[in-house]
């Protein structure tokens, strides 16, 4: 009964998420999110991970939205864009839930400037979002936050990393370039007999 209710309240959120202009009815069952068509591709142009996300958000096929987005993050535009998507691919989904979450933690760490090569696909999903109770998201008129120099690390919220001992963690401290990493790693125990052994005070001889 819980589940039959949860899946009849994301029907209804999924209805309220028309934009003007769209061509696709969008329900989180399915049916596609109400996103108006994407700009048209240049000749020869290689199109963006964000619009091929966005694709398969508008043709009803969020989990292979996931898939884009989880073999492919890095080569979003901007690290923003990573938690965008995906909250957007919670939502259609129906895990209304998990897209509050992304949308809230991707406030207080990024800017929310589409002024860059997805802006106008960026800024759909940010309208999308904001139908969402208490999201209050809006596009502004700068450039998106650039991805840091070195090794990039995921910003979404529910990752989880392959090894045991080290656990990821967020920063509330809102950036307009590269996002707070805050990676903590947590030594394994030492084994018996390397570390520091008890007894008397170092330096002491003699016998007992």
């Not at 993050?73 to 209304?96: F, H, K």
């Not at 990752?159 to 947590?186: K, Q």
Request: hydrophobic share 25%; charged share 20%; net charge positive.
């Amino acid at each position: 009964m819980t589940r039959m209710v949860r899946r009849g309240a994301g029907l209804l959120l999924g209805l309220a998420f028309l934009l003007p202009g769209c061509d696709v009815v969008g329900t989180p069952a399915g049916q596609g999110m109400a996103l108006p068509p994407p700009p048209p591709v240049s000749p020869g142009a290689t199109p963006s991970r964000e619009r091929e996300i966005y694709e398969a958000l508008r043709a009803g096929d969020p989990r292979r939205a996931q898939e884009l987005l989880d073999s492919g993050w890095q080569e979003m535009t901007t690290p923003r864009n990573v938690m965008l998507y995906q909250a957007a691919i919670a939502m259609a989904s129906g895990d209304e839930e998990r897209a509050r979450r992304e949308t809230q933690q991707m406030k207080q760490r990024f800017a929310m400037g589409t002024e860059g090569p997805t802006g106008e696909i960026d800024c759909n999903l940010v309208h999308a979002l904001d139908k969402m109770p208490d999201s209050q998201i809006t596009c502004e008129p700068q450039p998106p936050p650039k991805w840091p120099e070195g090794r990039r690390l995921d910003p979404r919220v529910a990752v989880t990393t392959s090894t045991p001992t080290t656990r990821r963690t967020t920063s509330p401290s809102r950036t307009t370039g590269p996002y707070p990493t805050g990676t903590t790693t947590t030594s394994a125990p030492s084994r018996p007999g390397t570390g520091p052994t008890p007894g008397k005070p170092t330096g002491m001889t003699g016998s007992r």
